[in-house]
Every structure is written in structure tokens, then in C-alpha cells.
């Protein structure tokens, strides 16, 4: 197995994440520093390290939904300590970590798991998983910035779109709206608001995938049903087969 997908289904960071943590020289296997994200390495027999940490294969995989209150980061650890939506998972001896994030000024709907092969797909562009925000905005929107949101606006250098964006109601303040995206560069929702002429006071995600929010109160988190987890399963087609393949490719 490579040994970025090795770290990533050891639940120490999602796929893109391990790559950096690889290339930074934090990780060893058998006492030397492995820089190369694609060596090959035995998870059953290489004693691998990050920062000296041992890590491995979990015995199960954990999935959990969790409502995320405003106020939490979505790291592992804050150097100037503050709190992480960690700190709401206190007792759980499963190194979890969430798929994707959410700003810290943000909540809803957000996913930890252990598992590295669903985590990379979910949050991969190439599989197309659409996430829903209701988005507070402090300037009303038209029809003119809801066109311009929707045709696609400048963010960072790149063209983006929107998969759907509408406005769900207006009063004197600003409005609330619903957007639909299915990538997740940082900021992304509320990059895209400012650049048609709509910043961002509150956002919030409501579903992901398949899976919704729902009535799960604020702070508070479970664990997702069998079904849940194969219907996110389907969404990334994510069965045995491709269990079994995906620690062999880039
Ligand atoms: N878009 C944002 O701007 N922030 C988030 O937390 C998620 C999507």
C-alpha cells in the first residue's frame, strides 16, 4: 500500500493532508524519514511513525455526524488553544478526523470518521458529492447578484460556480439564501457570495451527500446507521472491489 493511503486510512489525516505531513518529514518508516507520499509500504509488518506516534490500520471504522456549533475549529490541535470540535468528541479513543471542514464562524453539518477511503472520496471534486449551506448575507440579494452568483464569479484566479443558488427569503438586513456546491476550497461559499456583491454573516451546512442535518442539536453529535453509511458508500461508489484497488492508485 502507498504510504499517503497508508496514513489515510490510519485515520492521521485525510489524503491530501498526509501528502503534506509526508513531505514535511514527519513521518518514519522502520526508524528512517520517508519524504515520498507513493513508497511502498507493508501495513501489516513497517513500523511507521507521525512525529513519533505509531500508526495503524484501525480495528473498525467510526462514522460520525456531528451538528458543529459556531466557535469550533475543525484542527486537531490549536496552537493558541482554542477550542476544537474535538473537545465535543472528549472520550472517544478512535483517532477520528472530519471530512473537509467548516470555518470556525460556521456550523452544521460535519462528518469524522476513521476512514480514509470514504473521507478522499467525499471530499474529491471527481465524485461530485454536492454539500447545502443556508447562507445569511448582510446586503439583500436580486435577482442581478443572484445571476452573477449563479454564471460563475472570479474566486482566487479560478472560475466557479455554484450547482444551484436561490434565494430563500429578504427583509429589510439582507437575506438568507440556499447554495449548492460540490467542491470545497477553503472559504469557497463565502468567497463566492463576496465576489457577486454578497457578504456572508451566517453560514450553515445542512446536508452532505445524502445525508441531512436534521433535528441533531447544536453540539451535539452520533454515530451514523449502517444504512446512512452505505448510502454515502453509493454516493462515491465506494464497494469492496474498490476498497480493495483504491491503496493501489495515485
Ligand atoms: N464555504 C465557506 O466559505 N466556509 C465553510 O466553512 C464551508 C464552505
Not at 429578504?170 to 456546491?181: N, P, Q
Not at 450553515?204 to 444504512?227: I, K
Request: negative net charge.
Amino acid at each position: 500500500m502507498r504510504l499517503d493511503k497508508f496514513l489515510a486510512n490510519a485515520g492521521v489525516a485525510s489524503r491530501r493532508a498526509a501528502k503534506a505531513i509526508i513531505h514535511d518529514g514527519r513521518v518514519t518508516v522502520n526508524g528512517d524519514i520517508a519524504d515520498e507520499p507513493g513508497i511502498a509500504v507493508n501495513e501489516h509488518g513497517d513500523d511507521i511513525r507521525v512525529d513519533d506516534e505509531p500508526a495503524a490500520l484501525p480495528d473498525a471504522y467510526r462514522y460520525v455526524v456531528m451538528n458543529k456549533p459556531r466557535g469550533y475549529l475543525c484542527t486537531a490541535h490549536d496552537p493558541g488553544g482554542r477550542k476544537t470540535v474535538f473537545d465535543l468528541l472528549e472520550g472517544s479513543p478512535e483517532r477520528l478526523f472530519t471530512v473537509g471542514r467548516l470555518d470556525r464562524d460556521a456550523d452544521g453539518l460535519l462528518l469524522l470518521t476513521n476512514d480514509g477511503a470514504l473521507a478522499h472520496r467525499l471530499t474529491h471534486p471527481t465524485y461530485g458529492v454536492q454539500k447545502i449551506y443556508i447562507v445569511g448575507t448582510r446586503e439583500r440579494a436580486t435577482e442581478r447578484k443572484i445571476g452573477l452568483l449563479r454564471a460563475g464569479v472570479e474566486v482566487e484566479g479560478r472560475h466557479v460556480t455554484p450547482d444551484a443558488a436561490d434565494i430563500l427569503a429578504t427583509d429589510r438586513d439582507g437575506s438568507r439564501l440556499r447554495i449548492v456546491i460540490h467542491d470545497g476550497r477553503k472559504h469557497q461559499v463565502k468567497l463566492m457570495c463576496l465576489a457577486a456583491g454578497l457578504p456572508v454573516s451566517r453560514l450553515q451546512r445542512v446536508r452532505y451527500g445524502p445525508l441531512e442535518l436534521s433535528d441533531l442539536p447544536r453540539g451535539q453529535h452520533r454515530d451514523l446507521l449502517d444504512d446512512e453509511v452505505r448510502a454515502l458508500e453509493d454516493a462515491v461508489g465506494l464497494d469492496a472491489d474498490a476498497r480493495a484497488s483504491v491503496g493501489e492508485s495515485a
